[in-house]
């Protein structure tokens, strides 16, 4: 059986959604994916709240009126569906605004004309989904490796070195770590090592799950770099 016959996203479109499995599978990913569907939407929304009510909004549409199974399993990316989707979902509540709860606190910011670019950071709504979405799936991942390291006996080592896994450190850091594990530097080099690899693993696992097939998969990974540097995604 092929690796992506058996990720989550290829479970939610080959049973449609119907099936009790697909649908943990896809509440497992609306879970792990939240953080950039709030993003997106709190370029576009002034108020802070209101943007936290319309992606929870958004997620119970997406759950309850089945909205995944109307995906095109060729296109193969839940990424790119979600990002669809949010799209539609707030240009209907553009469209409607008037009549949720008249003069309730909805402010869009205007589609297309560049303003949404100056909420929150500056980055423009696409930018921070996509950032948002590659750290949702490095968090994932170091929630995996963590527990990985619980599992082996190694939960200090993973907590002592869990900061270097994503930046590099310096040489005062290592020092450091390397004393408080009594360990010497090379062999907490090693450590380090390894650790950047697995995490690597983890990361391609979790990019995987969102994939139907090793193009998508590939696509993806290279968003991923773009997003957030090649360090989590070689």
């Known amino acids: ?5 058996t990720t989550r996203w290829s479970l939610v479109l080959s049973a449609g959604g119907d099936a009790a499995d697909a649908r943990r599978a896809l509440e497992t990913l609306c879970r792990t994916y939240r953080a950039p569907v709030l993003a997106y939407i709190r370029r576009h929304v002034q108020v802070a709240d209101t943007a936290e009510d319309l992606t929870q909004a958004f997620f119970l549409e997406f759950l309850e009126n089945a909205w ?3 995906a095109d399993p060729a296109r193969g990316r839940f990424r790119a569906y979600l990002l669809t989707a949010i799209k539609r979902f707030l240009v209907d509540q553009q469209v409607n ?3 949720i709860k008249r003069g309730g606190g909805i402010r869009f910011e205007p589609f297309g004309e560049g303003a949404a670019g100056q909420l929150a950071g500056g980055t423009d ?5 996509e950032r948002d979405w590659a ?4 968090d994932a991942a170091l929630a995996r490796l963590r527990e990985e390291a619980r599992a082996a006996g190694k939960l200090a080592l993973y907590e002592h070195l869990r900061e270097f896994l994503t930046e590099r450190p310096a040489d005062a850091d290592y020092e450091r770590a390397a004393a408080a594990l009594n360990l010497r ?4 080099a090693v450590a380090v090592h390894r ?3 697995r995490l690597r693993e983890l990361v391609r696992a979790e990019i995987g799950e969102t994939t139907s097939d090793a193009t998508a998969l590939r696509d993806e990974l290279r968003g991923l770099r773009a997003a957030f540097g090649s360090a989590i995604a070689d």
């Open 1 to 5: 059986m092929s690796r992506f016959e």
């Open 68 to 70: 995944h199974a109307r």
């Open 97 to 99: 605004a008037g009549r």
């Open 125 to 129: 709504p696409e930018s921070a989904f």
């Open 135 to 138: 750290l949702a799936a490095l």
């Open 185 to 188: 530097r090379n062999t907490l």
């Open 195 to 197: 650790l950047r690899h």
